[in-house]
């Protein structure tokens, strides 16, 4: 028990922020509205994924959740995944982390220290996302839950050396699912 917070609520150390995870019983007992908007940014900006979803309730474990809407997404059509892709931000945009990111985008660039760039890095990031953008149509996708900012740069990096389009989208849908997993597993408790 950590300041009378049982295994339910988590204390994390970076701005005190304490968060509720829902149990298997909790998000099968939620209505539908309100469980459309707890999970609606699992895939970011994605509402009809969580719709599906909610329609495959109840659910056996977290799993079960996991596997529902990973399975949901893995059977879009490329253009659907493209858009996806699409309604991520970019990382370490300065007028998007304090203004227009969904909570759960906020956060995990903020954990990463994205929030707290100096000037010169915010322009490298700037930098960065338009390079990549030109590059492959797309934005930058990286997956920077328990990630920092040197960690997302070197993948930049790494990523804009790449000269093929499809196998940015594939790295990119990848990306994205690993995404979602993670907000899955932020959510949901065992």
Same mark, same amino acid.
């Given at each position: 028990m950590?300041f009378?917070?049982?295994?339910e609520k988590k204390?994390?150390?970076?701005g005190?922020?304490i968060?509720?995870?829902?149990?298997?019983t909790e998000i099968?007992?939620?209505?539908?509205?309100i469980?459309?908007n707890?999970f609606k940014?699992?895939f970011?900006?994605?509402?009809?994924?969580?719709?599906?979803?909610?329609?495959?309730r109840? =659910?056996?474990?977290? /799993?079960?959740?996991?596997n529902i809407?990973?399975s949901?997404f893995d059977l879009l059509d490329? %253009?659907?995944? !493209?858009k996806i892709?699409c309604?991520?931000?970019?990382?370490g945009?300065?007028i998007?982390?304090?203004?227009g990111l969904?909570?759960l985008s906020q956060?995990?660039q903020?954990q990463?220290?994205?929030?707290?760039?100096t000037e010169k890095?915010?322009k490298?990031?700037n930098e960065l996302n338009?390079?990549?953008r030109?590059k492959f149509?797309?934005?930058f996708?990286?997956?920077?839950k328990?990630? =920092?900012?040197n960690? /997302?740069?070197k993948?930049?990096?790494l990523?804009?050396?790449?000269?093929?389009?499809?196998s %940015?989208?594939? !790295?990119?849908?990848?990306?994205v699912?690993?995404?979602?997993l993670?907000r899955?597993?932020?959510?949901?408790?065992?």
């Amino acid at each position: 028990m950590i300041f009378g917070y049982v295994k339910e609520k988590k204390l994390l150390i970076i701005g005190i922020k304490i968060t509720h995870n829902m149990n298997i019983t909790e998000i099968n007992s939620l209505p539908k509205e309100i469980f459309i908007n707890k999970f609606k940014n699992i895939f970011e900006k994605t509402t009809f994924i969580t719709e599906k979803a909610e329609n495959q309730r109840p =659910y056996r474990n977290k /799993i079960h959740v996991i596997n529902i809407f990973i399975s949901i997404f893995d059977l879009l059509d490329i %253009e659907k995944k !493209i858009k996806i892709i699409c309604s991520h931000p970019d990382l370490g945009d300065k007028i998007k982390i304090y203004q227009g990111l969904t909570k759960l985008s906020q956060d995990e660039q903020s954990q990463a220290g994205l929030a707290d760039c100096t000037e010169k890095e915010f322009k490298l990031f700037n930098e960065l996302n338009a390079a990549f953008r030109l590059k492959f149509n797309i934005p930058f996708i990286f997956a920077v839950k328990g990630k =920092y900012k040197n960690d /997302i740069i070197k993948e930049f990096n790494l990523r804009l050396s790449n000269s093929h389009v499809d196998s %940015e989208i594939n !790295i990119s849908i990848e990306q994205v699912k690993k995404i979602a997993l993670l907000r899955l597993e932020e959510i949901i408790d065992d």
